[in-house]
């Protein structure tokens, strides 16, 4: 198995500030092996760990990351998610630290190359693995829904491990997979069905699904064949959360 049954996505995204040092403590806290994180640049080329191309609408402050240095961004604060009572916003947190903590904590990395746009593609991905460089143990597994920034990957960093990430899985899936040597594909549980996830395992590559927030929920992907899931809740998934390969559904996938 590349990652484990249960992947924290942006760390604990339901319980901390995602995409922060506090939202990854805070899975390693409830057991998590591990996390899911999104990478971008700053305007002065800086990684940095956040979702949205905008700062506004998980952050407290205003406009596009990609038009501001990293020093401007100091005083921006990641929101803690709503249902949180009495959760403290945080500092947005660099590539780099994020990858001290997790390799302190001992979890692995699913990284998600998310470029502010097209054209950063490239750049992102480059800038990243600089980063990632630093910590050559570290269990590592890069995805994006750019296929560029996967050919990158590839030409980069051939050892680590790639996934596709697609909403929907295409249909020529299969040759995409096989020109990027992927070793799993990603897919949304929106336009999920049963034959998609068989007919990806039967041509040996693994699959996780986003984003899956109830036991119950997780349970029918497992049966369904899938090797693992990405949630906001990892809480949710006690006990099995502990062990790597163990699943809801019951017998080790
Ligand atoms: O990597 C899985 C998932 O995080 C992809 O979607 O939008 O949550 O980054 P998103
Ligand atoms: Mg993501």
Redesign the pocket.
């Known amino acids: 198995m590349l990652m484990s049954a249960i992947i924290g996505?942006r760390g604990a995204r339901g319980l901390a500030p995602e995409n922060t040092l506090q939202s990854i403590e805070l899975a390693a806290e409830l057991g998590v092996r591990w996390v899911?994180l999104?990478v971008m640049l700053t305007r002065d080329q800086v990684p940095i760990l956040f979702?949205d191309a905008w700062l506004n609408k998980l952050s407290n402050g205003r406009g596009q990351i990609e038009k501001l240095d990293f020093n401007a961004l100091g005083k921006i604060r990641v929101l803690s998610p709503r249902k949180v009572k009495g959760g403290t916003s945080q500092p947005l947190a660099t590539l780099a630290s994020a990858l001290e903590r997790i390799q302190q904590l001992g979890l692995g990395l699913?990284l998600?190359i998310?470029p502010t746009s097209p054209d950063k593609d490239l750049l992102t991905l480059q800038l990243a693995v600089r980063e990632l460089k630093n910590f050559p143990g570290l269990p590592l597994l890069i995805?994006s829904f750019s296929m560029d920034v996967l050919y990158e990957a590839q030409r980069l960093l051939p050892q680590i491990p790639r996934g596709c990430?697609w909403e929907k899985l295409p249909k020529n899936w299969l040759q995409k997979a096989k020109d990027l040597e992927a070793a799993s594909v990603?897919l949304s549980t929106s336009w999920l069905r049963r034959s998609q996830i068989e007919e990806v395992r039967a041509q040996g590559r693994e699959v996780y699904i986003?984003?899956v927030n109830s036991k119950r929920q997780s349970e029918k992907y497992f049966a369904w064949g899938a090797t693992g899931i990405?949630t906001d809740y990892p809480e949710r998934f006690q006990p099995f959360i502990q062990d790597r390969r163990r699943t809801p559904f019951g017998e080790p996938v």
């Open positions: 996505h899911e999104d979702h699913n998600e998310k995805s990430l990603h986003y984003t990405f």
